[in-house]
């Protein structure tokens, strides 16, 4: 039986992230460390900061300082991911990184997340989240890729499109 990849937290110098996430996945283009190094994850946030009076969206690291890497646990692995130019260590006793727990990774939101869709387009849905929490519209379209659906709500006597993530809608009852 195949071993299953789990979530290691790896510490990086301040600032570094992006590249140490970048050099470890030239590794995973590496055949040898194909299966052995699955994904590279440096978790970001959408923040809006107001400078100057103007307001902006920027991405910001949510560990400042570490990368995640989705890994079999061995020998090779550990070296080649220890040894990338930039990583201090992982998290965890020196002799042996200890993985993310299935909730830690949930919590952190990264891996793999299903959302069973109970409406398709044209159905009329309520808003179950958000700032238009309460309101209803129609199900213009779905993009199950980035998790997003486009409802048309009427607001103020107008039809207006509303970007929502797909669990911010559900069938209304």
Same mark, same amino acid.
């Given at each position: 039986?195949?071993? @299953?990849?789990?979530?290691?937290?790896?510490?990086?110098?301040?600032?570094?992230?992006? +590249?140490?996430?970048? #050099?470890?996945? +030239?590794?995973? /283009? #590496?055949?040898?460390?194909?299966?052995?190094?699955?994904?590279?994850?440096?978790? @970001?946030?959408k923040v809006v900061e107001v400078t100057d009076n103007a307001k902006r969206e920027v991405e910001r690291k949510i560990f400042p300082g570490y990368v995640l890497v989705k890994m079999i646990l061995t020998d090779e692995s550990w070296y080649v991911v220890r040894n990338t130019r930039g990583v201090t260590g992982f998290v965890g006793p020196a002799s042996k990184p200890v993985p993310l727990t299935d909730e830690e990774v949930a919590k952190l939101g990264i891996g793999t997340k299903t959302v069973e869709?109970?409406? +398709?387009?044209?159905?009329?849905?309520?808003?179950? *989240? *958000?700032?238009?929490? *309460?309101?209803?519209? @129609?199900?213009? @379209?779905? /993009?199950?890729? #980035? #998790? +997003?659906?486009?409802v048309i709500v009427s607001m103020f006597g107008r039809n207006t499109p509303v970007e929502l993530e797909l669990e911010q809608a559900s069938p209304r009852e």
């Open positions: 039986m195949a071993e @299953t990849p789990k979530w290691y937290v790896v510490h990086t110098y301040s600032g570094y992230e992006n +590249k140490v996430a970048g #050099n470890i996945e +030239k590794v995973i /283009d #590496n055949p040898r460390f194909h299966d052995l190094i699955v994904d590279v994850s440096v978790p @970001t946030e869709l109970r409406y +398709k387009v044209g159905d009329v849905v309520a808003i179950v *989240g *958000g700032p238009l929490e *309460g309101f209803e519209g @129609t199900v213009e @379209t779905i /993009d199950m890729e #980035n #998790n +997003k659906v486009r």
